[in-house]
Every structure is written in C-alpha cells, then in structure tokens.
C-alpha cells in the first residue's frame, strides 16, 4: 500500500522521530543527504527541499544550481539505531528542477525512464543483486587492507569471526524492510554476503544503496571497515554483485516456456543476445572504477568471457536450475562499486534492444571457459570483457544504446569522469613499479 504525507507524520509523532534524512545519490552512487528537523517534515513532503545542485558531482553548473529533492514516500523508514537527539528516519527523494521537471542527470531518474520504456512493451524488470564486501581492520580511525579474520566459503564459527556482526546487520536491515534470504562467509579471507529477496528494478537499486551505508554503519560500530572495492587485495578472490534479471508480462515470467529448449522463451533468449552484445560497452557502468578490471582476470571466479550457459559458473551469464516463476538470468560481471540506478537502467535497455531487435545469442556453452586456451576460444567466437576502464570507456563512446539509455547530460558526465579517473591512474607512479624497477634501472 502506497504511504501517504499523513502516513508519514504520523509514525514520526507515534516513535517520537527527531530527524529526517533526505538521502540522494551523485552519479557515482555515492549516497548524499541532507538532514532536516521534524518541524520541516511536512514542508519536505510537500513541496521539496531545495538545495545546490552545482556541488554535487555530475549535477549542474553554478549559474543553474538550484535544485529541488522531492522524496519518494514510499521509501521512509525509520533507521534501526538512535542517534545524539532520538530517533532518524530517511526517505530516498528524486531530483528536480526548480520548474518541476524531473532532472535528467538524476541516476534515479534514469532508472526511472528506463522502466517506463519497458512498461511500453509490457514489461517488468525484477532483479536481486548478490553483493559481495570484506570487514576489513581499522588503525588510528582508518581503514588498513587487514582482514577480520582468516575463515573461507561457508565456514563456521570460531573461524568465521563475523558470524554477530552479518547477524546484526541482518537484524538492522529486517528492521528497514528487507528480506533476508541468507547470509555467509564468502571465499576470500575477511569476505562476506548477504542475500536479499528480489523486487522490482527500482526498489531494488534503492535496497543496494541502503544495504551498503546500513552495512558500513554497523561495521563501524566493531570498529571495522566494510569495504565494496571491487579487489582490494592481490591473489584472492574480489568482490562481485551478481544480478538475477527477470522480466514479467501480465503476471508472467517472460522468460520461462515450458515448450522450448531448456524451457527458456524465445525473449529470455532474445536478452540474453543484447546483454552480449552490449556488454562490453556497459562494463563501463556496471565496472566504473580502475580497481573493477583487477577483479574480472583469470583465476579468480570473476567472469571474462562473453557467453552464456545453464548451470555453467565460469560464462558471463547463466540460467539457474528453478524455471517457472523463478526462471531467470544471472549476470555475473558486475561488481558493487556500480550506481545500481545506472546500471540497472543499462542491463534494462541493452535486453530490450536485443528483444526488439530479436539478437540471437548463439548456443549456450558447457565449457570450463577458463580451462580453454586463446585458440580454442576464439574458434568458438567466445569474446573477452573488456581489460581496463578505458576500453570499456571506449566500447561505451560507440553504442548509441547505452549512451541513449543513459541520457546526454549523464552520459557526458559519466565519460568525464571516467576519463579523469583513468589519466589519474594512467599517470601514476604505483608501489609495483618502485619494487619492480628501482634497483635495477
């Protein structure tokens, strides 16, 4: 049941809410907020809060900052922890204009325009995201590159020493509405995942914002670290955020047909050839930092090669074994440092582009790809995820549609700051150069 202005006032009386926290994101995902005192929280639902848009990256200029949060109402909750004054409640907003138009450089709304082109053809977008992150130690109020502990997959305590922790921080996010479905220790040393229940693209873009500053709150009250880097250590595995994609029409699963191949429809298919077609240029969004491309290398779990399969973990995407209702595609390359906003909208409409457009993806693969040497994949038209962030940047310059689905102003936004970070680190001079060539050049 959709909240309403009084609905809301009314849970801010009853649990006596000190606090409102208007909470947006920049276009790197980075969570903003503006906090504001109960007597404005009708003002705020009302009409918006104004605030400068010129100091938020990727926003606007600062002969035009103005800008207006709207919040969505169907987004507050009270945070599951009191702070100095009572109690907090937040409330996810959009992004507008002064005149009242939606901003396009909003990551949210991009999402937004991108539900709306598949609602245009009937459908809808549900996805659950599995992100990965490390507990990593703090030293003098800073994070190190310590782990918590030394535990691997699935361990149990004693050797899993964050068993407590994931558990308050499940409790924290039950508390905010989520649906746990499983929590664990992950491969790597210091290395975790919590698991929640799907829900439609938006929500779950607004659930992966949430789960990440809940989860980097309570870690910090360990007085640990929660890290989302993609690979923050050398020679173990990263971090990813395998996404389950599934599109529904008229109650359906469109992507189950019980009289096909593998009883995947003909439009599970179709997606699947635009996420393969596309891919290398939306690696750029859904692997925005240099640290992505050290995770998606040889050895590591991490997907590199452009396929699809059944049950087969080493291809970019798979079909999980559940059909029927549950029938879908996971995405395996995209990792946790992504605007979830951004990139949800681009997984969206490169499916889309391969369902319209009817883009075969070839045949599904039961091949160990990492097993395959460069011949044998080659003579299988098995082509690799991008290596760095400038050819993904570069992959990204040429596809009109993920530009498209990402709108002019982010677009050029987005390539501005990809290209700075990427001559930032091009530039450089690394601890591995000074160890490899100093004393012997």
Sequence with gaps: M??????????????????????????GGMVKNVGIPVSQAEKALKSGIAFDGSSIEGFVRIEESDMI??????????????????????????????????????????????????????????????????????????????????????????????????????????DMGFNIEASHHE?????????????????????????????????????????????PIFGINGSGMHTNISLFKDGKNAFFDESKDMQVSDTL????????????????????????????????????????????????????????????????SPDPSCNPYLSFAVILMAGLDGIENRIDPGDPTTLNLFHLSNEERNKHGIESLPGSLKEAL??????????????????QDFMRLGRAEWDAYRISVHDWEITRYLNII
Aim: with cysteine; glycine share 6%.
């Design 69 to 174: 949060l709207k919040p969505d109402l169907n987004t507050y909750q009270i945070l599951p922890w009191d702070v100095s004054g009572g109690k907090v409640a937040r409330l996810i907003c959009d992004v507008h204009r002064p005149d009242g138009k939606p901003f396009e450089g909003d990551p949210r709304y991009v999402l937004k325009r991108a539900i709306q082109a598949a609602a245009k053809k009937g459908f809808i977008m549900n996805n659950g995201p599995e992100l990965e992150f490390f507990f990593f130690k703090r030293k003098d109020g800073q994070a190190t590159c310590i782990p918590h502990d030394f535990g691997g997959y699935f361990d149990f305590p004693p050797v899993d020493q964050a068993e407590d922790i994931r558990q308050n921080i499940v409790v924290a996010l039950e």
């Design 2 to 27: 959709a909240m309403t202005n009084e609905d809301i006032l009314k849970s801010i009386e009853e649990n006596q809410v000190r606090f409102l926290r208007l909470q947006f994101v920049d276009i």
């Design 269 to 332: 298919r179709y997606f699947v050839g635009g996420l393969k077609k596309h891919v290398k240029s939306f690696t750029a969004v859904t692997n925005p930092i240099v640290n992505s491309y050290k995770r998606i290398v040889p050895g590591y779990e991490a997907p590199v090669y452009i396929a699809w399969s059944g049950a087969n973990r080493s291809s970019m995407i798979r079909i999980p074994a559940a059909r029927g209702m549950s029938t879908r595609i996971e995405l395996r």
């Design 187 to 231: 491969v790597s040393i210091g290395q975790h995942e919590i698991d929640f229940k799907y829900a439609d693209a938006l929500k779950t873009a607004d659930n992966v914002i949430t789960f990440k500053f809940v989860t980097k709150t309570i870690a910090q009250k360990y007085d640990l670290h929660a890290s989302f880097m993609p690979k």
């Design 394 to 411: 570069d992959s990204l310059e040429t596809d009109d549609v993920i530009k498209n689905a990402l709108g002019e102003h982010v677009y």
